[in-house]
């Protein structure tokens, strides 16, 4: 069965401390996997597209990276605005349309 | 206004009634979507439209009937809900259904 998972479910840091997120993936073929950021009451937000094992993302403090299994996205020296629920999101191969949502991690970021 | 806008942002209604939900791209792209968000569940995939004809139904009860007059506007028509139905509605854009979505800021339902 095609299945996202995310841990932690929860994480609280203080400003300044470097963390990272994780996205697993067991699916029968990847086309690309996709981070978002959500804040409470609004729709996510499109961070990244990773679409193969060894590629890297970067945008301010986040940098996500991609293995065969799964994604990392690490969050450097961050600060109370970071504060969200990070999604990430698997695209099928077999279809465009096939696209599996993790449960998502919420990231508390305090002063 | 530039984005994916939806309205309404809050909406309260009988297992009786009749309303619809309705989102408005700028952005120029040929795929919308609507998804379900409800609390401590991932989102789930409803309807997909590429340019303008559906392509994917995931599944969804009838009571949820969409509508894409053109490649700017996405309609989701609602009638006799369940309060099982009440969640966060959220209707997405992108260019070629390959990419990364533009999501709106959602419909909160709640049905009583």
């Known amino acids: 069965e095609d299945q996202v998972t995310q841990s932690p479910e929860a994480l609280r840091l203080q400003e300044g401390e470097s963390s990272s997120l994780n996205c697993s993936y067991t699916?029968?073929?990847?086309?690309?996997l996709f981070w978002y950021r959500q804040d409470p009451g609004k729709g996510p937000e499109f961070l990244f597209t990773?679409?193969?094992a060894g590629e890297e993302k970067e945008k301010e403090r986040l940098k996500a990276t991609l293995t065969k299994k799964e994604s990392f996205l690490h969050i450097t020296a961050p600060k109370p605005e970071d504060s969200a629920t990070y999604l990430c999101?698997?695209?099928?191969?077999?279809?465009?349309?096939?696209?599996?949502f993790g449960p998502g991690t919420s990231l508390s970021v305090i002063p | 206004e530039t984005g994916v806008t939806q309205t309404p942002r809050h909406l309260v209604m009988g297992m009786t009634n009749k309303k619809s939900l309705k989102c408005e791209q700028h952005?120029?792209?040929?795929?919308m979507y609507w998804y379900k968000q409800s609390a401590k569940k991932p989102l789930e995939l409803m309807f997909v439209?590429?340019?303008?004809?559906?392509?994917e139904n995931n599944s969804v009860p009838s009571r949820f009937s969409p509508e894409c007059p053109n490649s700017s506007h996405l309609f989701l028509h609602l009638h006799t809900l369940q309060p099982e139905d009440s969640a966060l509605y959220l209707c997405?854009?992108?260019?070629?259904?390959?990419?990364?979505?533009?999501f709106g800021s959602g419909t909160r339902l709640t049905v009583v």
């Open positions: 997405a854009s992108s260019q070629d259904r390959a990419f990364g979505y533009t």
């Open positions: 699916v029968s073929g990847l086309r690309g």
């Open positions: 990773l679409y193969s």
């Open positions: 999101a698997v695209q099928m191969r077999t279809s465009y349309d096939k696209v599996i």
């Open positions: 952005l120029g792209h040929n795929a």
């Open positions: 439209y590429s340019l303008e004809e559906r392509v």
